[in-house]
């Protein structure tokens, strides 16, 4: 069965520091995948998604995310946190187009000034 | 086009009442579903839909009911309440081969079973 972890529940990070935020899925073949945001009381924004081709991947609001095969990883990177960025993060996967999405349980970021 | 839209944006209930949740998408997306947000636990898929008249259940489906009469809307019920369904509910939906399983999901409905 397919599954998702996102090992770090909270992280906090310097306002201007780089940030990665984990995750690991299990899976056969290569899955889609996808890193949401929540801001709270909020729904969920789609920062990225990849479904093949180039590995490392650009979203939105300066994130990207790196698939690495070998290490069945998917982690989200930003160059410099911005204090609007502290949100809650989401790494999700499919096995193919129209089934559902699995979640992981979300990685807690908080940003210090 | 408003997206995906919910209703209500919070309800509470008492154990043992019913009520159905609302979701209606504009998109013509063929495939919707319905999640639950829990503290710590991530989202969760109770229901899907790969399109009208098609439904399936996904990981949590015990206690709600579904129905997809429309490629429009699909509707979530609860059948008779109870404490453990205290929690955020999503529904999103997706559809059109650019988009593959890019879900758009709606505001949510939070909702509280005393």
């Known amino acids: 069965a397919q599954s998702v972890t996102q090992p770090d529940i909270h992280i906090t990070v310097s306002e201007g520091a780089s940030l990665e935020l984990r995750c690991n899925y299990s899976y056969g073949a290569t899955p889609y995948l996808f890193w949401y945001v929540q801001s709270p009381g909020q729904g969920l924004q789609l920062l990225l998604k990849?479904?093949?081709?180039?590995?490392l991947v650009q979203g939105i609001k300066g994130f990207e995310a790196e698939f690495k095969r070998s290490q069945s990883s998917f982690n989200l990177r930003k160059p410099s946190v911005h204090w609007s960025d502290a949100a809650e993060y989401f790494c999700?996967?499919?096995?193919?187009?129209?089934?559902?999405?699995?979640f992981g349980k979300g990685t807690t970021l908080s940003v210090s000034s | 086009n408003a997206g995906v839209t919910q209703t209500p944006k919070f309800q509470v209930l008492k154990t043992g009442q019913s009520m159905t949740l609302q979701c209606a998408q504009d998109m013509n997306h063929e495939y919707m579903s319905w999640y639950r947000q829990d503290p710590g636990m991530g989202l969760r898929l109770i229901h899907y839909s790969v399109g009208a008249g098609i439904t399936d259940q996904g990981e949590v489906p015990n206690g709600y009911n579904v129905s997809r009469s429309t490629t429009e809307d699909f509707p979530l019920r609860l059948l008779s309440a109870a404490p453990s369904q205290t929690s955020v509910y999503f529904c999103?939906?997706?559809?059109?081969?650019?988009?593959?399983?890019?879900?758009?999901f709606g505001p949510g409905t939070r909702l509280t079973v005393l």
């Open positions: 999700a996967v499919a096995a193919r187009a129209g089934t559902a999405l699995i």
């Open positions: 990849y479904f093949s081709g180039d590995t």
């Open positions: 999103a939906s997706s559809g059109g081969t650019a988009s593959y399983n890019e879900q758009f």
